[in-house]
């Protein structure tokens, strides 16, 4: 089976499946719209080993809703670990009408890719070998028998030309806790390619996304669906530019954007830190055509944790600066040519090669390609993106030396891949010569660490210092408040002394007239008196010799006067002794005239 898929700068075409002409004639009944329920029935009361007589293969992938054909691609192999669709979701209301429709269509199950009936039968008895009690001996015998009636039967529909080892994927699909134990078989064989029936089972193995442990409880896929998220409005937004050009993606009421929006809404309600990010989706959307949604919401949440790439979509992004870091330390390391050139012209790692980090390349280079950087990452680790990366930097060496800044740039984000253009197994030959052997990235991401707590203690220690300044600045401004406050006061001083200073000049000035005016005064009346007497003696004279005669006059009048005072004096002494006398007799004449009465 082959797949085919092209791509242009940011979108990419329609997928489509074509299957083996040994099988393409084994069609004999219509696929049912919805995957059987898988029998939970203990597998010792199973029926044996399955017929394949009446399994058939198409390479038409009906629709869980109309059964129509499309052309998304479908791994092949159902999920070994779920049977039925996931029950479906509440209904959020939303502003925009796409929106809407979105969430009425989301009261249907989550999108399930309809697999071949073979398949189906297959992957639902595998499911029921990994719950099987494996410490019963009756147990063991009967899951080695079905097994082998599994690998039989994935054999017999492959592709005989298609040029993978189907029985290793046979023995891989159904015993993979004992396959997986010879990791270099595995990895060795992954690097050849997987076949396309086999990877999203695959995927989901390497990532152990069905463990029992990986989601916390009251997380799951169904639950998630049913609560809100802040960030409706951004993974709507973003939802027509992911993948746009792709058959599968391209609908906005397609089952791939629902699928899209579906895994990549809950995964914002599961990781509240991370919540929505840009480029999350591009991510999901290889998962999603090669599983169905719930099913890729598991492997995200691996891929995630266990894979690393949260660090890529937190809001501190500490696990893309961690590759970036890496990226430019294996440059200068392994590449110091280009490194050189790329520091002359003032470019860096995060100028280009985020979105190849963010997106594991489905950003920009076709999905074939994707699928198999996705193939080795789950089994090598996300390590294996910087191999790539590397590998598009050293093919493109000597044309990149030769580029300026802005053809160098866009060079960087557009044009790596076109030296490989039909040689995917090329750049995967390539990408895999590149040994980045894990004590060398730990310690280069411990020296990013050092760096990071460095820069963090620097940023610390700056923000400290800011804070220092900003205080010593207020205290500054303050102090030159109070300085201004006193400037302008000593200017008030000193021009009211300036003023003093003139009026007391003034002062002095008119001190001086004034003085000048009592010393002619003073000398004026020094000489005064003189003049007067000269101008008035003869007048004083007379008046002196007048005033002398008035006073010898006056002592005269006086000497008179003290005379009369003395007749005056002895006058009233008689005048008074004659009143007294006068007294005596009229008391003398009373009792005279009383004695005669009687």
């Not at 597998?43 to 198409?58: C, E, H, N, Q, Y």
Request: proline letters at 6%; a neutral charge.
């Amino acid at each position: 089976m082959s797949i085919s898929s092209t791509t242009s700068q940011g979108s990419f075409s329609a997928t489509t499946v074509t299957p083996a002409s040994s099988v393409a004639n084994s069609i004999h009944k219509e696929l049912p719209a919805v995957p059987p329920k898988i029998d939970t029935t203990p597998l010792s009361k199973k029926p044996g080993p399955i017929d394949t007589a009446f399994a058939t293969l198409t390479s038409s992938v009906s629709s869980p809703t109309n059964a129509t054909p499309t052309q998304r691609f479908v791994s092949g192999l159902w999920s070994p670990f779920k049977g039925n669709a996931s029950p479906k979701p509440h209904a959020i209301e939303r502003p925009s009408a796409n929106f809407a429709e979105r969430q009425r269509r989301q009261s249907r199950p989550p999108s399930v890719a309809v697999l071949p009936g073979f398949q189906e039968n297959l992957l639902a008895q595998m499911e029921q070998l990994n719950q099987a009690n494996v410490d019963d001996p009756k147990t063991r015998r009967v899951m080695m028998q079905k097994r082998k009636s599994i690998r039989k039967s994935i054999v017999q529909h492959a592709a005989p030309k298609d040029g993978f080892d189907w029985d290793y994927w046979a023995n891989v699909l159904t015993d993979f806790d004992r396959m997986g134990k010879n990791r270099f078989v595995l990895v060795q064989q992954i690097r050849r390619g997987v076949p396309p029936p086999v990877r999203g089972t695959l995927w989901q193995l390497l990532s152990e996304s069905h463990q029992a442990n990986i989601l916390a409880p009251g997380t799951r896929y169904v639950d998630l669906l049913k609560q809100p998220s802040p960030y409706d409005k951004m993974i709507q937004r973003d939802l027509p530019r992911t993948f746009p050009g792709h058959e599968y993606f391209k609908d906005p009421e397609g089952e791939g954007q629902e699928g899209l929006y579906n895994v990549v809404r809950a995964y914002s309600v599961y990781d509240g830190q991370v919540g929505y990010c840009q480029g999350l989706a591009f991510i999901v959307g290889p998962l999603l055509l090669n599983m169905a949604d719930e099913d890729a919401f598991l492997v995200l949440v691996q891929l995630m944790q266990t894979y690393g790439l949260r660090g890529h979509f937190t809001p501190s992004m500490e696990g893309l600066h961690l590759r970036l870091y890496q990226f430019d330390k294996l440059i200068a390391e392994f590449l110091p040519h280009i490194s050189g050139h790329l520091q002359r012209r003032g470019i860096d790692a995060t100028m280009y090669a985020s979105q190849w980090f963010m997106t594991l390349f489905a950003y920009k280079f076709p999905l074939d390609l994707v699928f198999r950087i996705y193939d080795l990452l789950f089994v090598e680790g996300v390590q294996v993106v910087l191999k790539f990366a590397l590998a598009l930097l050293k093919r493109n060496e000597k044309y990149l030396l030769q580029l300026d800044f802005e053809p160098l740039l866009d060079f960087l984000k557009n044009g790596l891949l076109d030296s490989y253009k039909g040689e995917d197994a090329l750049l995967i030959h390539d990408a895999m010569q590149w040994d980045l052997p894990k004590r060398r990235m730990a310690q280069l991401e411990k020296e990013h660490k050092q760096q990071v707590a460095k820069e963090e203690q620097d940023a610390r220690t700056i923000q400290t210092l800011q804070q220092e300044q900003v205080r010593l600045k207020q205290q500054v401004d303050e102090k030159q408040e109070i300085h201004d406050h006193m400037a302008r006061e000593q200017q008030e001083l000193r021009d009211q002394w300036q003023a003093s200073r003139m009026h007391l000049d003034r002062m002095k000035e008119d001190q001086i007239t004034l003085q000048t005016v009592v010393d002619t005064l003073q000398h004026e009346v020094e000489i005064l008196p003189l003049r007067i007497e000269e101008q008035h003696k003869a007048e004083f004279d007379g008046l002196f010799a007048e005033n002398s005669r008035l006073t010898n006059k006056n002592v005269h009048l006086e000497d008179q006067l003290a005379q009369l005072e003395a007749h005056l004096i002895d006058f009233k002494m008689r005048y008074a002794q004659n009143e007294n006398d006068c007294t005596q007799l009229s008391k003398r004449l009373y009792e005279l005239k009383k004695i005669i009465d009687q």
